[in-house]
């Protein structure tokens, strides 16, 4: 059973119809007793990283989080919450991912935010086992990790940010596999085949 964590923020239909056209059995739920028995745990995420860091705090699934050893997708936010912190609002967030999210800064007439299709290069993951450099998935996002250690794929917007972050069993990407495609169902398939 797949928990995808239900923290009042984020879009969960998405998810949900992702992981159905996968034929995967999971639960949408706030419940800490369920989250810790999945088999695998998904943290979505769209919104403001101060409003959803206070809603993860506030439904008492922090230290839930920090504890699972099951494989954990964060996703956008989802992942920026898993990070050290963040700009946006000036967010102490949970510290998993040794990296910071810093808002992006539009440039040589890029727009932020950065809406819409990319690549994705330099994978180092399980999650993008069989896949090449320079495959495209979806971004909506006007904030993003920095590159660090738990790097494991890069894109470049104007400069090089951290499109995926992997710490043992904790992955994050900040584009949306759910959004992606072919390419998003088999990240996913991946994940769940962790």
């Known amino acids: ?6 923290y009042k923020t984020g879009n ?3 998810v949900e119809n992702a992981l159905g056209r996968l034929g995967g059995e999971y639960v949408v739920t706030g419940d800490a007793g369920v989250i810790r028995s999945a088999s695998h745990v998904i943290l979505p995420g ?10 993860l705090r506030g439904s008492g699934l922090v230290d839930v989080i920090l504890g699972l050893t099951q494989p954990v997708l964060g996703i956008c936010i989802g992942m920026q919450l898993m990070c050290r912190g963040s ?11 040794d990296a910071d999210v810093v808002k992006m800064e539009p440039g040589q007439g890029l727009k932020v935010p950065h809406m ?8 180092d993951s399980p999650l993008f086992r069989d896949m090449e450099d320079g495959v495209y998935v979806y971004y909506v996002h006007s904030y993003a990790p920095q590159l660090s250690a738990h790097t494991v794929a890069v894109t470049d917007y104007g400069t090089l940010f951290s499109a995926a972050l992997q710490r043992g ?10 959004k992606s495609g072919a390419v ?4 996913l398939k991946n994940f769940l085949c962790k």
């Not at 059973?1 to 239900?6: G, K, N, R």
């Not at 769209?46 to 809603?55: D, I, K, L, R, T």
């Not at 700009?87 to 991912?97: R, S, V």
């Open 12 to 14: 969960l239909c998405s």
């Open 87 to 97: 700009e946006e609002g000036d967010t102490q967030c949970m510290g998993i991912f």
């Open 116 to 123: 819409g299709w990319d690549t994705i290069e330099k994978l």
């Open 169 to 178: 069993n904790f992955f994050g990407t900040q584009f949306h596999p759910e």
């Open 46 to 55: 769209v919104g403001e990283a101060g409003q959803a860091m206070a809603s």
């Open 1 to 6: 059973m797949i928990a995808v964590i239900d």
């Open 184 to 187: 998003g169902e088999q990240i």
